[in-house]
Each structure stands twice: as C-alpha cells, then as structure tokens.
C-alpha cells in the first residue's frame, strides 16, 4: 500500500524549534520529489519546502532562512527542520511527493506556536 506516514509535530513557544518527518512507503517508486505544504485555518494550502532527488531544494519565502528540508534517501524520507518558529507558522503540515504513483498527500500533522 502506497502511504506517506508523517511525524513530529505540536505544541511550541514562539522562538523555539520542531522537526518533521515523512517516510514513503517501500511501494513507492520512482519519487523524483518530495516536500512540505501547509494550511492554516481559513488561508489556501501553500508551499513551504520542497526538494528534488538531485538535492535542490525551493522555499516558500515566509520560511526562507528559517527552515530546512533535507531528505535521507535510504529511508525515503524527508524531513523538515523548522527554528525561529513564530505564531503565523501555526497550520496543518502536509508531506507531498512525486513519483511514478503520481501525487500523492499525507494526512497532515498539526503545528501551534503558542506562548
């Protein structure tokens, strides 16, 4: 079965840091990219991070120099290293990949920044 299973997210106070996970199932082939987007109550689902499988990576300007995406090929996962987090980051984070599935989403994960 075709699944991305996506972990790390919570509860933060503004300034503090979180990572997230999402590993793609051993089913799925042939990703040739993989990233993260999210969506926050009553805003449009927006991109936050991406990277190809050469390594290049693209950045939602709201999170540029803040967060960072990196993958571990092994596993079929990438993950995403969120610091300086403030409120406005607050939203569901959603694993996105591209592969020979076609697109395919996670469930989401939630994070609040909160003081």
């Known amino acids: 079965q075709a699944q991305l299973v996506e972990s790390g997210g919570g509860l933060v106070q503004p300034g503090e840091s979180l990572r997230l996970s999402c590993t793609a199932s051993?089913?799925?082939?042939?990703?040739?990219?993989m990233g993260w987007y999210r969506q926050a109550p009553g805003k449009e689902r927006e991109l936050v991070a991406s990277?190809?499988?050469?390594?290049?990576?693209n950045y939602g300007d709201s999170v540029k120099g803040r967060f960072t995406i990196y993958r571990e090929k092994a596993r079929n996962t990438v993950n995403l290293l969120m610091n300086s987090l403030e409120p406005e980051d607050t939203a569901v984070y959603y694993c996105?990949?591209?592969?020979?599935?076609?697109?395919?989403w996670g469930q989401g994960t939630q994070v609040t920044v909160s003081s």
């Open positions: 051993r089913s799925i082939t042939g990703v040739t990219a």
């Open positions: 996105k990949t591209w592969s020979s599935w076609g697109v395919l």
């Open positions: 990277i190809l499988m050469n390594g290049s990576t």
